[in-house]
């Protein structure tokens, strides 16, 4: 796994949530490194997303780490809960950093605050494990309700040499990013103007993490979170389309398998909208259908229920004329002109819809615009990982 220079990971097992496990960690670059972010949406931020977004906007050259826990949101904790993640900065001063180069991040349970003894005890693990562990144990620490942990890796050629980025993150429920639980760190060892790098990260975001949905939830802790510390070799201008393809290969790598280990999901579905009248039109359609309830349990049922997606599309408050709109379920077209095509499609659909991903493509004949989006099915599962999450 090429993991990039200059980087270095630890964790600590501090018993937040439950005993047992590490549920801290933080990466460290042996230089300050350009830093970039983007982060939630939703008007309930959490204290880590309002002080990484205050650190970042005044150092965004000058970051050296990125620390994020699990088991405790610190959302909706008021002042005492933005004090607190101040603190835990500070005490990461025993690991060599000042607060001010350190970004921030939690997930967790919204609403409770944060067990500083805890905190206290784990700091000395962190010290003494720097630099042994891996990316997989620091995708590891940060999972909450996922069940595998996720990463990706690319190796680059620029015209000065070798380049490599790394990612991981966490999320399997609520999610539906509009930057979920979800968490995203991403390294790079390439160096880059930081006006470059966050430009880039967000338009990455916005084809990956911002193209998923799980229930429909955005949360209140949100971030992607990149640094690119410069230590191989400096990206020059012609580089910059194929590092930004390479970053772009991370986010949907990372983004697929949030969708894949959707909280009881079996499956995933992809939702390729096309001929919308405009991009908000395509996004409208493809949320509408990923977002359904209806449609998802009939993808987990294997059911080729044609009529829920055209009602979800129907109620999308995108443009169109019905008459237009074709639907396909596995390539296969099974709506169009206003009226289902007749088949007998239990049947030929049963081995498509069997698979792990199923594509459903949406010709709503209004325009150029068009979008993928992946999204999960509903299970019994979902419904009783959620009613017991905090008990």
Known sequence: ???????????????????????????ISDVPAVAAGVFTT??????????????????????????????QANACTGQEGIDK???TLELLSALGLAPSEILPASTGVIGDQLKMD???????????????????????AIMTTDTFPKMATREVTLAAGTVRLAGFCKGAGMICPNMATMLGFILCDAGVDQAWWQAALVRCVDKSFNAITVDGDTSTNDCVLALANGTAVKAESRDLAV?????????????YMIVQDAEGGTKVMRINVYGAASL?????????????????????????????????????????????VIVRIA?????????????????????????????????????????????????????????????
Do not use: H
């Open 1 to 27: 796994m090429s993991i990039p220079s200059g980087f270095q990971f630890s964790t600590a097992q501090c018993g937040f949530k439950r005993p047992g496990r590490s549920d801290l960690a933080i990466v």
């Open 42 to 71: 939703n008007r309930f931020q959490a204290a880590p997303v309002l002080v990484a977004r205050e650190i970042l906007e005044a150092a965004p050259s000058g970051i050296r780490a990125m620390v994020v826990n699990s088991g």
């Open 85 to 87: 993640c101040r603190i």
């Open 118 to 140: 805890l905190w206290e005890k784990g700091i000395p693990s962190l010290r003494e494990n720097l630099g042994k562990v891996g990316l997989v144990d620091m995708a590891r």
């Open 243 to 255: 590092l930004e393809e390479a970053l772009l290969e991370i986010c949907q790598d990372l983004s």
């Open 280 to 324: 908000s039109d395509a996004q409208l359609a493809a949320r509408a259908v990923g977002n359904s309830p209806l449609v998802k349990t009939a993808l987990y049922g294997r059911d080729p229920n044609w009529g829920r997606i055209v009602a979800a599309l129907g109620r999308s408050g995108a443009t169109f004329v019905p008459e237009d």
């Open 331 to 391: 390539g296969m077209t099974i709506f169009r002109q206003g009226t289902p095509v007749k088949a007998d499609w239990d049947s030929l659909l049963a081995s498509a819809l069997r698979r792990d991903t199923v594509d459903i493509d949406l010709e709503l004949g209004a325009g150029e615009a068009e979008i993928t989006l992946m999204a999960s099915d509903f299970t019994e599962e979902y419904i009783k990982i959620n009613a017991e999450y905090r008990t």
